[in-house]
C-alpha cells in the first residue's frame, strides 16, 4: 500500500492561495495515479482534482476549475494542489489518495486505495 502525507493547509482570506503537497512512499511513486478529495463538515467527501501517473491527464471539478492546478514530480515522490482565488466554500479537509494498482486518473472515492490523514483548510470571508 501506498502511505500518504499531506501538508501545506491553513488560514487564508478569501482570494488568497494555499499549495497543498502530498509526500508519497511505499510503492514505485510514478506507477499509480493520484487525486485530492476534500470533505466540509457535515458533507460527504468529494472529488477535487486528479492526474494520471504519466501527468499528461488531469481532471478537476467544476467548482474548482480554473482556479486550482493539480501536479505531480515523479522524482521526488510528491503531488501538489495549487489552489487560487480560494473562496469561503472551499473550507474543509482536504485528502491526498492514490489509486495503488491503476495509472488512470479517476474521480471517485470508491477507485483510490490509499488515502493521508487530511490537511485543514480554512478560508476566511
Known amino acids: 500500500q501506498v502511505q500518504l502525507v499531506e501538508s501545506g493547509g491553513g488560514l487564508v482570506q478569501a482570494g488568497g492561495s494555499l499549495r497543498l503537497s502530498c509526500a508519497a512512499s511505499?510503492?514505485?511513486?510514478?506507477?499509480?495515479?493520484m487525486g485530492w478529495f476534500r470533505q466540509a463538515p457535515g458533507k460527504e467527501r468529494e472529488f477535487v482534482a486528479a492526474?494520471?501517473?504519466?501527468?499528461?491527464?488531469?481532471y478537476y471539478a467544476d467548482s474548482v476549475k480554473g482556479r486550482f492546478t493539480i501536479a505531480r514530480d515523479n522524482a521526488k515522490n510528491m503531488q501538489y494542489l495549487q489552489m487560487n482565488s480560494l473562496k469561503p466554500e472551499d473550507t474543509a479537509i482536504y485528502y491526498c489518495?492514490?489509486?495503488?494498482?491503476?495509472?488512470?486518473?479517476?474521480?471517485?472515492?470508491?477507485?483510490?486505495?490509499?488515502w493521508g490523514q487530511g490537511t485543514q483548510v480554512t478560508v476566511s470571508s
Open positions: 492526474i494520471s501517473w504519466s501527468g499528461s491527464t488531469t
Open positions: 511505499g510503492r514505485t511513486f510514478s506507477r499509480y495515479a
Open positions: 489518495a492514490a489509486r495503488d494498482l491503476s495509472s488512470m486518473a479517476a474521480t471517485t472515492t470508491r477507485e483510490y486505495d490509499s
